[in-house]
C-alpha cells in the first residue's frame, strides 16, 4: 500500500476536525486572549474588510513578538482555532511527548528545516496544510522566519509566496506595531501598550504550473520582495500616525 502522509498517525490530526479537548482549550485560550488584547494591550484594526470571507488564505506580517500569532488571530474575529502555523518538524513533531500533547493545544503543520533521510519532503508540508484548509482554516507565516530585534524587520525568506503558489490561496499582508513594546523578545511580562494591525488587500497567487523552473524562481523572488516592501510600506505609515497623535 501506497504511503500518505494524511494517513500518517504522527500526522493525520492536522487534516480531521478537531477533537473535544482542542475545542475547549481553543475557547478558553480566545477568552483569555480577547481580555488581554482588548484592555490590557488594546488592539486597534485597520483594514478589517480585507479580510476574504468565503475561501482560506495565508496570513503574512512583520514578526517581533510572541504575541504576534495571537494579535493576528484576534484581528479577524476569527479564533484561534482557525488557525495554523508552520512548525519545526525535528523539535515538535519527533519528540513523541511534545507532539501528543500539544496536538491538543495548537494547529501546528510540520516542516523540516534541515534536509536529513528523516525530513518531511516540501510536498508533504503542501499536502497537510491543503487538507488542514480544506476544513475551512487558515494558516500563518512569518516570512523573517523568527522574531527580529524590536522595530527592525528582517529580509523576507520566499516560503510564503511558494506556498501561496503551491496552495493556489491568496495571501493576506499585515503590518504589526506595539508588541515589540508590550512584549519584546527576551522578556518575561508584557507591557500595558497599545497594538495597532494594519490589514493590506489580498495577493492572489500566481499560477505557476505554466512557468518553467528559471521563470518560476525568478517570480518567487520578485513577489517575496514586493510583499516585504508592501508590508515596509504599512509600518512605516503606522509609525508615522503613532508619532503624530
Do not use: C
Amino acid at each position: 500500500m501506497k504511503y500518505s502522509i494524511l494517513e500518517d498517525p504522527r500526522y493525520r490530526h492536522i487534516a480531521e476536525p478537531k477533537s473535544i479537548l482542542f475545542q475547549i482549550f481553543s475557547f478558553l485560550f480566545d477568552l483569555y486572549a480577547n481580555t488581554i488584547l482588548t484592555f490590557y494591550t488594546p488592539v486597534k484594526v485597520i483594514g478589517r474588510e480585507n479580510i476574504p470571507k468565503d475561501k482560506p488564505f495565508i496570513f503574512v506580517s512583520n514578526h517581533n513578538s510572541h504575541m504576534d500569532i495571537a494579535v493576528l488571530a484576534y484581528s479577524t474575529r476569527m479564533g484561534y482555532e482557525k488557525f495554523g502555523f508552520l512548525a519545526a518538524k525535528d523539535y515538535w513533531f519527533d519528540n513523541n511527548f511534545r507532539r501528543r500533547f500539544f496536538k491538543y493545544l495548537i494547529n501546528l503543520i510540520p516542516i523540516s528545516r534541515k534536509q536529513k533521510p528523516e525530513s518531511l519532503d516540501l510536498e508533504d508540508t503542501m499536502t497537510l496544510s491543503k487538507a488542514f484548509m480544506g476544513l475551512g482554516n487558515n494558516i500563518i507565516i512569518f516570512p523573517e522566519g523568527s522574531r527580529g530585534e524590536p522595530g527592525k524587520m528582517q529580509r523576507f525568506r520566499k516560503g510564503a509566496i511558494k506556498f501561496s503558489m503551491g496552495l493556489n490561496v491568496p495571501i493576506l499582508p499585515a503590518a504589526i506595531i506595539g508588541p515589540e513594546k508590550a512584549w519584546p523578545k527576551g522578556e518575561t511580562w508584557m507591557q500595558s501598550v497599545p497594538i495597532t494591525v494594519k490589514i493590506l488587500p489580498q495577493i492572489n497567487p500566481i499560477d505557476s504550473e505554466s512557468l518553467s523552473e528559471t521563470a518560476y524562481n525568478k517570480a518567487l523572488g520578485s513577489e517575496t520582495k514586493k510583499l516585504e516592501n508592501k508590508i515596509i510600506k504599512a509600518l512605516k505609515e503606522l509609525e508615522e500616525n503613532t508619532s503624530s497623535e
